[in-house]
């Protein structure tokens, strides 16, 4: 059987100018026909933002695409479907209110008479498609009486019907039970057997394996590989979706004597309207002085919901969280403040600063009363001590500029200025390094381990295992928002990046629990 | 380590950059007084002169543009607070007019306490004016309702009801307007520029300004006001109470409408006439998005609106046009200047990569 | 109770130009456009229909163009708020004040009267109504006797309801306000669609404002008096559906000719009435917002 080529991608790059991102980093990709593809990596390794790019969703700015061997420019997903490229989305792009029938057939509703929408046409057209791949809908349900998993089926009799036989799926089975996983992946065999090629975007590893033909794996930016599927196991693609370690070296802790737990988190759980599963599911930890507790994980498995409790944005369900003994379970972010809450936030752009402030007006706030005289705000005060932070913290700014004129690295040592500054016992740092080059990711190691030095209780959030790894004296892996793995110490030194890797991605789970 | 430059002048290119779009947008009204007087007009030439020289040709209407031009500069504070904390504040009709409303009464009723009854007064009506903002502000905090229409909702009905009030049991028999009692004479504030009405209420106004500028920029609670516009996440984050400052500066911001009602009666007047602050709200708002929440640049767009005005009249008193010319002018600006396009024209996107 | 037949009778034309803005105004709204330009759109076309009827001789010929004035008005307004990327209620603000303002302006210009100016030329408003219909006991008189416009808007009221529900435009038009990403992954723009939303309601709000103006032969400055607003009011009391609006519009229609009817023979103060709708929709707002924070999730 020739391998002909659905799809070959060459050399796409993708860099958006806000935060001058490579998204896509010349990657290569190429779709067999008649196969099904797993797109893998972890959140932000560019793999949504390649597919954009095939569905026309996003320009790029270097590369060449081609369509069954004819090179294409893709400028809109209307000449992506008339490519016969379909895209299924993560979240789904259906109006509630609408039946099956009129969702499906948007833009191309047949009519009578020229005007009126010719609805017992339209039923007849879409149940033949459903029929054809044996879905459960009928065309004249209205959509918002479906289950998810029937309305992920319009989304794809959607794509089928316009005659796409390239379709991609972004992370199709997120919101899925495991039956309706079943049902999904019957139908894509079945599409894969009549011809069409299919690319699932995940980071589920049992169900690459359980899929696809191949799989291809992204990471920050780049294309790394593509394999057959049958030829690697999970624990291959599972390391090559985390990455090798870098060499940073930070002397780790020693265990102290005297060290006392300052935060303590007991049984929490956080729920969400809407969704099955809790966010945080009895999650307990305790967090020592002089001591880097670090929460590994892949994102969307609870990392982002923890660091949302300890910042007190959002409310816990069930639990306690305390502090030096004290009860502060969801006493709200100022009250934190006010307890000593020092928190260096994942998204730096959007809660950790006000970009059209300026500098001094980003590192004073919490705190602002207290560069008061006779009332008002002394400016020359606020100066003084915002320029000796920049320099103590090596940040290449003025006090006055707006901090959104920084680079990346520049606006976290403001952050990282202010909440160092600020800490009283404890300090929260979530995602530190994402963005930043080696020189700054260093120099942050390097603050983290001087506060722990002095005797603070460090919490580190991080996706990254890299980091975890390098700096963590202790970790605690989630998955699902479970706590199922945790090392102390020399355990975790001696352990490889692979094995933990199994534990954020759910392969292995730790029996008893650690403390 | 960057360049030391004068902590002034790196200053003025942006904000110059920045104002640019608004000076875009006031040339394209100033354009359109002539194009319109070209249409309407038998003796454009004529018309024109008056317009743009008439509020200037003498003590009278030169004070007089000045009179108009205070409670813009109030209502233009008092959106501009408003916007600087992330909220719309579109009730000004009503806030002036009931604001004046009550200054005027409670002036009667206080009367023998004299200079600390008039400030008592001034307070209490501005008070009341702060009150109808400040419950939209309420909503949207508690409900998240759009404090945008609420506070304009709101507005209207209060004008009708302050209508009926002038019109009925608060009418001065005495009189051939329609119009509530007077204030005391001892009251009113004094004439700076006779023989035109500007009184002492214009020091007032500019003493306002200095005030919202220092709120602004240099108390804590202005700061945080501040931040919770320009990043309510952010805000929050950094342990301000953003609730606080939902309703907190929509209050203030009726307050100082309900300010520039109060002084229009104590200086300009002195009772309330029905109608008389008719669409001095929606001038305010206009001048605030002008100057774009700039508390000292307030005074200029102020002062355009009146002159604006001022033209009209004078335009409509020695020439063929009508005085309803200076609406068409101001809704062209309100065409334009929310327009994200235009307003953000000439400002570079910098960034330090 | 003798009066009950002609306050009906009376409602139904008053209620017409309501019907008509709130008509156009309901295409807006579904949408996603909140349009507050419907009381100087009204406007524009009762001064633009009068005028150009006195001119032309016409009421048809005047009713057209006064029409067509408006939706250029309409599309003026679409273009500053789509295009020029502004706050459409800030851009909808400028139109009120604009056609407040053009109005008096123009009617200076040409009439050298800036209050009220009467047409004699102009003739009353033909009224419809074969006499065989006009004979059925009760409904005839209510129903039979109205001049065209209210027939139109009758009619117009049916095609909406079908555009809405039964053309793939309508789909579209309501897709937009619903969940315009559903359009735009499909390569369709949303923005198409709210514009020819402010071109309807640009032809409805001139044909509404012509019926105000020609039923009196005369053009009276503000003889909108806040009906753009109220056309608000029917679309959210309605339930943005067309057969809602007709309900909303027809007890608004009542409350009115009620009024006129019973002047000074209630004690209730003419102003306090006027403040109604904008108390009911604030109301009305409070009531869903609160209802909408019910429903939501947790807040984060």
Known sequence: ???????????????????????????????????????????????????????????????????????????????????????????????????????????????????????????????????????????????????????????????????????????????????????????????????????????????????????????????????????????????????????????????????????EGRQITVLRQGQQRPLLNALSFTAYSGEI???????????????????GFIPIYDGKVLHNGEDITNIGTALLRKQGLAYVPSDRLKVGSALKASVQENIIVGESGSFRKNGFIDQKKVTRHTNDLLERYSAKATAQMPIGTLSGGNIQKVILAREIERYQDYIVFSEPTWGLDIASSQFVYEQIASLRDKGAAVILISSSLDEILTIADRIIVLYRGTRVASFVGDEARNLSKEEIGEYMLGIRRQGAAHA | MLDRKPHQSRRILPTLRSSAGSFLILLIALAGVVVLSLLLSKTPAKTLRYFFLGPLQNTYYFGNMLTSAIPLIFGGLGV????????????????????????????????????????????????????????????????????????????????????????????????????????????????????????????????????????????????????????????????????????????????????????????????????????????????????????????????????????ARSAMLHSDVTFEIAAIVQSIIFFFISSEVLLTLFEKKRREL | MQFTIPILHSAVTIMTPLLLASMGGLFTELSGMLNIALEGLLLTGAFSSVVFTYYTGSMVLGTLLGIGCTMLLSAILASVTLNLKSNVFITGLAVN??????????????????????????????????????????????????????????????????????????????????????????????????????????????????????????????????KGWIALVVIFLGNKTPIGLLIAAFIFGLADAFSNFAQGALNIPSDFILAIPYLFTLLAMVGSSIYAKKKGAIES
């Not at chain 1, 992370?171 to 019957?186: D, G, K, M, N, Y």
Request: hydrophobic share 45%; aromatic share 10%; glycine share 10%.
């Open chain 1, 1 to 263: 059987m020739p391998l002909e080529l659905a799809v070959e991608m060459r050399n796409i790059t993708k860099i958006y100018p806000e935060n001058n991102l490579r998204a896509n980093d010349e990657v290569d990709f190429l779709l067999r026909k008649g196969e099904i593809h797993c797109l893998a990596g972890e959140n932000g390794a560019g793999k949504t933002t390649l597919m954009k790019v095939l569905y026309g969703l996003e320009d790029h700015e270097g590369g060449t695409i081609r369509i069954r061997g004819n090179q294409q420019d893709i400028s809109s997903p209307l000449v992506a479907n008339r490519l016969g490229i379909g895209m299924v989305h993560q979240h789904f792009m259906l109006v509630e209110d609408f039946t099956v029938s009129q969702n499906v057939l948007m833009g191309i509703e047949p009519r009578k008479h020229g005007l009126i929408y010719d609805r017992k046409k339209a039923d007849t057209l879409v149940n033949e498609v459903i029929g054809h791949h044996h879905f459960s809908i009928e065309a004249n349900m209205l959509v918002r009486n479906l289950t998810v998993g029937q309305k992920q089926q319009v989304e794809i009799i959607k794509m089928l019907y316009r005659d796409v036989d390239i379709l991609i799926l972004d992370e199709p089975t997120a919101v899925l039970t495991e039956q309706e996983i079943e049902s999904l992946f019957s139908t894509l065999k079945q599409l894969a057997q009549k011809g069409k090629s299919l690319i699932l975007i995940t980071h589920k590893l049992q169900e690459i394996k359980a899929i696809s033909d191949r799989v291809s794996v992204m990471r920050q930016g780049k294309m790394l590989d593509t394999y057959e599927t049958e030829e690697v196991d999970e624990r291959q693609i599972s390391a090559l979706m985390m990455g090798k370690s870098i060499s940073l070296s930070i002397e780790h802790g020693k265990k102290n004597t005297e060290s006392r737990p300052v935060i």
């Open chain 2, 80 to 311: 501009s607070l408003a916007m600087r904390s992330g909220n719309f504040n579109l009730g000004g009709e009503g806030q002036i007019y009931s604001g004046a409303l009550v200054t005027t009464l409670c002036a009667i009723y206080f009367a023998p306490l004299g200079l600390l009854g008039a400030l008592l007064a001034l307070c209490i009506g501005a008070s009341v004016a702060g009150g109808l903002a400040g419950l939209s502000g309420f909503f949207r905090m508690k409900w998240n309702t759009s404090e945008l229409i609420t506070s304009f909702l709101i507005s209207n009905a209060v004008v009708l009801v302050v209508n009926y009030l002038i019109a009925g049991p608060f009418m001065d028999p005495s009189t051939s307007l329609i119009a509530t009692r007077k204030i005391p004479d001892s009251f009113r504030l004094s004439a700076l520029l006779p023989p035109s009405n500007l009184s002492t209420a214009l020091f007032f106004a500019l003493v306002a300004v200095v005030a919202v500028h220092i709120y602004l920029y240099k108390t804590k609670s202005g700061y945080e006001l501040r931040m919770t516009g320009l990043n309510s996440r952010f805000a929050k984050y950094g342990g301000i109470n953003t609730k606080k400052f939902i309703v907190l500066p929509m209050f203030l911001s009726g307050f100082l409408y309900g300010l520039g009602g109060g002084f229009a009666i104590y200086g300009t007047y002195f009772s309330t006439i029905k109608e008389f602050s008719s669409g001095m709200g929606w001038n305010g708002l206009a001048v605030a998005l002008i100057a774009k929440s700039r508390p000292s640049a307030v005074i200029p767009a102020a002062l355009f609106f009146a002159y604006i005005e001022a033209g």
């Open chain 1, 293 to 311: 507790l670090g929460f590994a994980g892949v994102s969307g498995n609870g990392l982002g919901v923890l660091e949302a409790v300890l910042g």
């Open chain 3, 97 to 226: 004040l604009f056609a407040s303002g053009l109005t008096v302006v123009l009617s200076f210009y040409l009439f050298a009267n800036k209050g009220v100016v009467v047409f004699d030329t102009i003739a009353t408003l033909p009224l419809l109504g074969p006499p065989s219909l006009a004979k059925i006991p009760i409904l005839g008189d209510i129903f039979i006797g109205h001049s065209l416009f209210v027939y139109l808007s009758w009619l117009l009221l049916g095609l909406s309801y079908i555009v809405l529900y039964r053309t793939p435009f309508g789909f579209r038009v309501r897709a937009t306000g619903l969940h315009p990403e559903a359009l735009s992954t499909l390569g369709m723009r949303p923005d198409r669609y709210r514009f020819a939303s402010f071109l309807i309601s640009g032809f409805t709000c001139g044909l509404g404002g012509a019926l105000l103006t020609l039923n009196l032969g005369a053009f009276v400055p503000n003889i909108t008096a806040g």
